[in-house]
């Protein structure tokens, strides 16, 4: 599993080289997150707005989803606040948890720090309880690293 996460990192980080629009990195992100990870219906990110201290919906593959998330609700908003991955193997037990798509089961956040600079999250959600493992938390953090590598 190494070798694939090391070569979702290289090409993640080709695709951003010299792009310094974090949209634009969002989406190509959230598009090679999409190809390459299996049994999920829904990836994307949230960009923190500071001046409403909430998340607003960024570039994503997936479903229709929920537009603004206050920080500290659901699990984004909580990820955000405590400013650490959070895995949750089913989003119906989640106290709080906002369902935007009815068929995801599980979810796990990464939240975007970049030293005092919120960037906000990246969001997956999967219709299959317990999908997200400890490897794909690390796999993942580490894919947040290389994202924020590119962006001011």
Aim: aromatic share 8%.
């Amino acid at each position: 599993m190494l070798e694939a996460r090391n070569l979702v990192n290289q090409q993640l980080d080709a695709l951003l080289t010299e792009e310094t629009d974090v949209i634009a990195n969002m989406a190509n992100a959230a598009a090679l997150l999409h190809q390459t990870l299996e049994d999920i219906n829904w990836v994307g990110f949230y960009r923190y707005v500071k001046e409403n201290d909430e998340l607003i919906l960024g570039p994503f593959q997936g479903n229709v989803a929920c537009m603004h998330i206050k920080n500290g609700t659901g699990v984004c908003g909580t990820a955000l606040t405590n400013r650490e991955v959070l895995r949750v193997s089913d989003v119906t037990k989640f106290a709080g948890h906002i369902a935007c798509d009815a068929n995801s089961r599980s979810e796990i956040v990464i939240p975007l720090y970049k030293g005092d600079h919120i960037y906000g999250v990246i969001d997956i959600d999967s219709p299959i309880v317990d999908r997200f493992s400890e490897e794909d938390e690390k796999d993942l953090t580490e894919f947040g690293e290389v994202f924020l590598q590119h962006v001011d």
